[in-house]
């Protein structure tokens, strides 16, 4: 189908307001798709749901019908913007049909940022809405930079109900002070654990604290004393420029925390981090690997009570099993779980041999099995030493 029968069809549709109604930049982008001559190459490239949902925003703008926007925009998808992706035509069908009602039930204003739009598509200042579009352009972007700000100053204690990790922070945060404080009158172990829980606090998972996760969390902060401590986002930290351009930065790309393709199909995270061609570095690896480490040991001491308690080379197998197999697949070696709680590591590590995973992992297996097998209890007046 040729171009311009798009446009004729448009002019159809809007009868008399379609000499106000089609804009330049609508004009251009029916009538010849996206110019990649247009493009620098540091500019990204829009993809096809990028266009399908800017047109589907502008038809709910010019008062166009959801079915007549949806009809419409999935044969201009079809015929024009199959080049964008490796979609069969029933799926950029479908995926159109999907982003029109998104864009028509979520009410998404039309904003084409006018000669900065992101589709390098013609624009006049002739235009209709020229002015308008500046305004919105201007409201949106202030709209946006307002609530990145006050989410980023939202340091208060949280007063609502908890409903994830996030949410803990705070409590733990004043735990933790709590802890510190004591510790520094010398209080015993007991005495802060029973404290702890006189004040309803909790640990930075939302649970009770145990004396397992007491001793975790005085082992910590007695490892971090012995070298500075670097918090990536203290205010303190960052200046006032760097505080503003996380804000503007986040604001533009985004914040993604599951890999994605950006617009130029390069593999990314976060906030525009571009892992094909930078990747991590090795502080970023350890950084996370510190983290998963942390979030393995809060999986495990609900399933071991007297974790901190165990031997550490069985402390070692469970986080590296737990590490490697995630906390379902962990839970699943339930017979294991049962002997380690019951001290026969023997027993353990015959479960761990008797396994998939052991077959699967081979010389990592060999290995944890041989160091639960070879482990011993401490003697009690040591483990509370």
Same mark, same amino acid.
């Given at each position: 189908?040729?171009?311009? /029968? ?28 996206? /110019? ?16 399908? /949902? ?8 010019? =008062?166009?019908?959801?079915? *007549?926007?949806?009809?419409?925009? @999935? ?15 029933? &799926?950029?069908?479908?995926? !159109? ?9 979520? *009410? ?15 624009? @006049? ?80 998972? +939302? ?5 397992? !996760?007491?001793? =975790? ?7 971090? @004393?012995?070298?500075?401590?670097? =918090? ?19 604001? =533009?790309? +985004? ?25 991590? !570095? *090795?502080?970023?690896? &350890? ?38 197999? +995630? ?31 052991? &077959? /699967? ?7 944890? !099995? ?13 483990? &509370?030493?």
């Amino acid at each position: 189908m040729e171009q311009n /029968q798009f446009i004729d069809r448009l002019t159809t549709l809007l009868g008399d307001a379609a000499d106000v109604s089609i804009y330049p930049c609508i004009g251009d982008l029916v009538a010849n798709g996206i /110019q990649l001559s247009r493009f620098s190459p540091s500019d990204q490239i829009p993809n096809r749901q990028d266009v399908t /949902q800017y047109l589907a925003a502008w038809c709910r703008e010019v =008062h166009m019908g959801k079915e *007549e926007c949806r009809t419409w925009l @999935s044969d201009y998808a079809v015929s024009t913007l199959a080049p964008l992706s490796k979609s069969s035509a029933s &799926r950029i069908r479908h995926s !159109t049909k999907s982003n029109v009602k998104y864009i028509y039930q979520s *009410e998404q204003p039309f904003i084409c940022k006018r000669e900065n739009n992101a589709f390098q598509a013609a624009c @006049s200042k002739a235009c209709p809405v020229y002015n308008e579009m500046g305004i919105k352009a201007e409201k949106a972007a202030a709209d946006a930079l307002a609530a990145m700000e006050q989410r980023h100053a939202a340091v208060t204690p949280i007063t609502a109900a908890p409903s994830g990790k996030e949410i803990y922070r705070e409590q733990f945060l004043a735990a933790k002070q709590l802890l510190l404080q004591e510790l520094s009158k010398n209080t015993k172990q007991t005495a802060i654990l029973d404290l702890l829980k006189q004040k309803g606090m909790k640990t930075r998972t +939302g649970r009770e604290w145990t004396y397992a !996760t007491l001793s =975790h969390e005085i082992r910590k902060i007695r490892q971090d @004393s012995n070298t500075p401590a670097v =918090h990536p986002g203290e205010p303190a930290a960052l200046s006032p420029l760097t505080e503003n351009l996380i804000l503007q930065l986040t604001t =533009h790309e +985004g914040l993604r925390l599951k890999p994605y393709r950006c617009p130029a199909g390069k593999l990314t995270i976060g906030i525009g981090r571009n892992l094909e061609e930078k990747g991590i !570095t *090795e502080q970023e690896a &350890r950084m996370l690997l510190k983290n998963d480490i942390q979030e393995c040991l809060e999986d495990l001491f609900p399933l071991f009570e007297h974790f901190d308690a165990l031997p550490e080379p069985v402390q070692k197998v469970l986080v590296d099993m737990r590490f490697n197999l +995630g906390p379902a697949g962990f839970r699943q070696f339930k017979k294991m779980i049962a002997a380690v709680n019951a001290g026969n590591f023997i027993e353990a590590a015959a479960q761990m041999k008797d396994s998939r995973w052991y &077959r /699967q992992v081979k010389n990592r297996a060999e290995t944890l !099995t041989a160091m639960m097998k070879n482990a011993h209890m401490p003697d009690k007046t040591e483990s &509370r030493a």
